[in-house]
């Protein structure tokens, strides 16, 4: 697996959740990395994405709760998110993109948010 999600799990609405994605140092390096997330029943859409040097942008329905950040001694992009909300709960996954190759997913973190 390159790309290795962790950290989803059940929560309360308010509660907060820090997911990571490990990956190797060529995929880390070379590659921009991206949080998507799945509901039931829906398309996969992005959350929020992080460049190789370190610029970010959000989908709407997270900005200001939600913070993506790259850990370049670990290898590691983290999706830190804040006050919870019941419509976040989907299966998060994490995707790494650069201009010359198919992008490359992980496996999805099961988030679910209780009202």
């Known amino acids: 697996v390159q790309l290795q999600a962790s950290g989803g799990g059940l929560v309360q609405a308010g509660e907060s959740l820090r997911l990571s994605c490990a990956t190797s140092?060529?995929?880390?390096?070379?590659?921009?990395m991206g949080w998507y997330r799945q509901a039931a029943g829906e398309q996969r859409d992005l959350v929020a994405e992080?460049?190789?040097?370190?610029?970010?942008s959000y989908a709407e329905s997270v900005k200001g709760r939600f913070t993506i950040s790259r850990d370049n001694a670990k290898n590691t992009v983290y999706l830190q998110m804040n006050s919870l909300k019941p419509e976040d709960t989907a299966v998060y996954y994490c995707?790494?993109?650069?201009?010359?190759?198919?992008?490359?997913w992980g496996r999805g973190t099961q988030v679910t948010v209780s009202s």
């Open positions: 995707r790494a993109d650069n201009p010359f190759s198919e992008p490359t």
């Open positions: 992080i460049t190789r040097r370190g610029a970010t």
């Open positions: 140092r060529g995929i880390f390096v070379f590659n921009d």
